[in-house]
T-cell receptor
């Protein structure tokens, strides 16, 4: 069965610093991987998705993620954090079904 | 247009009330979803409709009753809820199948008193 692990429930960075949010997946077949962001009292917004076309995926708001099969990872990065990036981030996986399996989430705090 | 709309934004109901949550999308998507999200937790899947037919029910209590009147609309009928059912209820839609991303609505904040 597939699963997702997000290391670090909280990540704090200074404005302008690199953002790195970690996601590892478990799947016996090639997965489809997604990153979503959730701002307080809002729904989830898709940041980016991996569907095997390219291992480096660029998303919205300057975020990108790299699929590494050998490490079963799909970490999310952004070169320079902005105050508006403060939110909850969820990594998710789906495999040949309609179901999305979410990680437990990482809360990103950005300090001035 | 990648918008999923949900009404109402907030709902307060007693344990004996009957209410409904509504969700609408006009993207031509063939799959629609209901999720429940508690504070500081990821969304939990409740139901999936594919081509207007219920395809997944994640063992949700019968006090929650989904309905898909047509390919653009999804309802969640609520009856005899418990205080622990208080949560953010999210609707989502996708083109179809595992490789397609899901688009989420803003949610309905439900409080059961």
């Amino acid at each position: 069965a597939q699963s997702v692990t997000q290391l670090g429930s909280h990540v704090s960075v200074s404005e302008g610093a690199l953002v790195l949010l970690r996601c590892n997946y478990s799947s016996s077949v090639p997965p489809y991987l997604f990153w979503y962001v959730q701002y307080p009292n809002q729904g989830l917004q898709l940041l980016l998705k991996y569907t095997s076309a390219a291992t480096l995926v660029k998303g919205i708001n300057g975020f990108e993620a790299e699929f590494k099969k050998s490490e079963t990872s799909f970490h999310l990065t952004k070169p320079s954090a902005h105050m508006s990036d403060a939110a909850e981030y969820f990594c998710a996986v789906s495999v040949n079904t309609d179901k999305l399996i979410f990680g437990t989430g990482t809360r990103l705090q950005v300090f001035p | 247009d990648t918008e999923v709309t949900q009404t109402p934004k907030h709902l307060v109901m007693g344990m004996t009330n009957k209410k409904s949550l509504k969700c609408e999308q006009h993207m031509g998507h063939r799959a629609m979803y209901w999720y429940k999200q508690k504070a500081k937790k990821p969304p939990e899947l409740m139901f999936v409709y594919s081509y207007e037919k219920l395809s997944i029910n994640e063992s949700v209590p019968s006090r929650f009753s989904p309905e898909c009147p047509n390919s653009s609309l999804l309802n969640l009928h609520l009856h005899a809820l418990q205080p622990e059912d208080s949560a953010l209820y999210l609707c989502a839609s996708s083109q179809d199948g595992a490789s397609y991303e899901q688009y989420f609505g803003p949610g309905t904040r439900l409080t059961v008193t």
